[in-house]
């Protein structure tokens, strides 16, 4: 059974940072699309950053310079590495993983703007930033 699990949640002030990381148990990441996502209170979901099984990657424009996404393949876990931190980026976090389906080329990875594609989701970790 695929199980994705996040850490590194917290409270920081504006302009801190803070690593994610999202241990993936029971998951083989060969042909991926991985990626986190986050929603505030009183808001949608939203994409925040992706990579495939190529290591590209893809960023929402608020996190873009701030934020960067990563995969250690020996360890299968994913990171994100949140920088500048602003009180806007104050949500919750998710990490969500999907095998490439078959025939499909290996920079498919629509998860910034199509969450629906992942199959796999972790329960989330809080994200604090207070001005």
């Known amino acids: 059974q695929v199980q994705l699990q996040e850490s590194g949640g917290g409270s920081v002030q504006s302009g801190g940072s803070l690593r994610l990381s999202c241990a993936a148990s029971g998951y083989s990441n060969s042909g991926h699309c991985m990626g986190w996502l986050r929603q505030a209170s009183g808001k949608e979901r939203e994409g925040v950053a992706t990579?495939?099984?190529?290591?590209?990657?893809k960023y929402a424009d608020s996190v873009k310079g701030r934020f960067t996404i990563s995969l250690d393949n020996v360890k299968n876990t994913l990171y994100l590495q949140m920088n500048t931190l602003k009180p806007e980026d104050t949500a919750s976090y998710y990490c969500a993983a999907v095998n490439i389906p078959q025939y499909y080329y290996t920079d498919w990875c629509p998860g910034l703007y199509h969450s629906h594609v992942y199959k796999y989701w972790g329960q989330g970790t809080q994200v604090t930033v207070s001005s």
């Open positions: 990579i495939d099984s190529d290591g590209r990657t």
